[in-house]
């Protein structure tokens, strides 16, 4: 593929306005070292160096365009507490559009706090609460996207399955998306895929595919998915295998472009980004998923929820053409 088309491709992604929804979340990092085993029980002493958190969940897939260069609205709801204060701080900070997430008193904000160790996750705590949002909510979210939709290039769906996202929320954002030709990329559990039918592009891991299709041949897989979901395209991503794309009728894999491999914390979120991103600033699917897998391919060699910038991709790229020229 021509890496100098996307690099222009790139330079085109500050010109670009998204849409976000699902479910928000903190992501904490605690960075230390272990130095000896606790006498009060047979578990690790990690003396703490660093603490940091980022925007989690969708929350990751804003954070992600955001470093790429695009405009974002995000929709999605945070508890009355600290917590939620503290997510959308980090979101206005960033220039995010944060009218359509709103605050709600009962709901407590989820919070994943991961302990590393020399370079090693010792221990994952989650703070979460699982409340769907009511009729009353959906009807206001779909209400505002009809009027705000056509100032948007694309929409992305980043469902985390802890109650943002419904049956009927997720077929009127697919319906949204039919209705104003705006393009609909779904990252779902497996539980929920069929809700989005319909959808532009579903991007499942595979561990996810397989449960969706109940089937274990990578071809066969995607296929499955492409007829009970009812979506024309579907990317799975296979890890340190790449990804595989189902366009239609044609199938494309795309090896890694990964040389070290610390960390795949919200790596899928960048890849929903990434391709979110492309396709607004006029990408095709296969450019767009090329482009993902070189932003994977960055984002997996940093520890912890971390992000691409536009500058590191396009300097990836780049240094593709270089070898390429060689």
């Not at 703070?127 to 996207?145: A, P």
């Not at 998306?177 to 319909?198: E, L, M, Q, S």
């Not at 899928?268 to 699917?285: F, K, M, N, R, W």
Request: hydrophobic share 40%.
């Amino acid at each position: 593929m021509n890496s100098k088309k996307l690099v222009q491709i790139v330079d085109k992604f500050s010109s670009t306005k998204l849409i976000v929804l699902g479910d928000l979340m903190i992501d904490r990092f605690i960075f230390g070292s272990v130095s000896r085993i606790s006498p009060e029980a047979p578990v690790p002493i990690v003396n703490v160096h660093k603490k940091m958190s980022m925007p989690g969940g969708a929350g990751n897939v804003v954070n992600n365009l955001v470093a790429l260069g695009g405009s974002v609205s995000v929709y999605g709801i945070v508890g009355k507490d600290q917590t939620g204060q503290e997510l959308l701080k980090m979101f206005t900070k960033n220039n995010v559009d944060i009218k359509g997430t709103s605050v709600e008193p009962n709901r407590e904000t989820i919070q994943k706090t991961r302990i590393i160790a020399q370079n090693q996750h010792v221990v994952r705590v989650d703070e979460e609460s699982y409340n769907v949002i009511t009729s009353d909510q959906e009807d206001t979210i779909i209400k505002d996207l009809n009027i705000e939709i056509n100032k948007f290039d694309a929409i992305i769906v980043s469902d985390y399955g802890k109650g943002f996202l419904t049956y009927t929320l997720a077929q009127k954002i697919v319906k949204l998306g039919i209705n104003y030709h705006k393009i609909v990329i779904v990252d779902t559990k497996p539980d929920h895929a069929r809700w989005f039918n319909g959808c532009y592009l579903l991007t499942p891991n595979l561990k996810e595919a397989r449960e969706i299709s109940g089937l274990d041949e990578i071809n066969d897989i995607g296929r499955e998915i492409q007829k009970i979901c009812g979506c024309k395209n579907v990317l799975i991503t296979q890890g340190a295998e790449g990804m595989t794309l189902f366009e239609g009728l044609n199938i494309d894999h795309f090896p890694t472009k990964a040389r070290e491999v610390y960390d795949v914390s919200g790596a899928g979120d960048t890849v929903e980004a990434s391709i979110g991103i492309a396709l607004a600033a006029g990408a095709s699917l296969k450019e767009a998923v090329e482009i993902a897998n070189h932003a994977a391919g960055i984002v997996v060699g940093k520890i912890g929820t971390a992000t691409v910038s536009s500058k590191e991709l396009k300097q990836d790229l780049n240094s593709q053409t270089k070898q390429n020229d060689k």
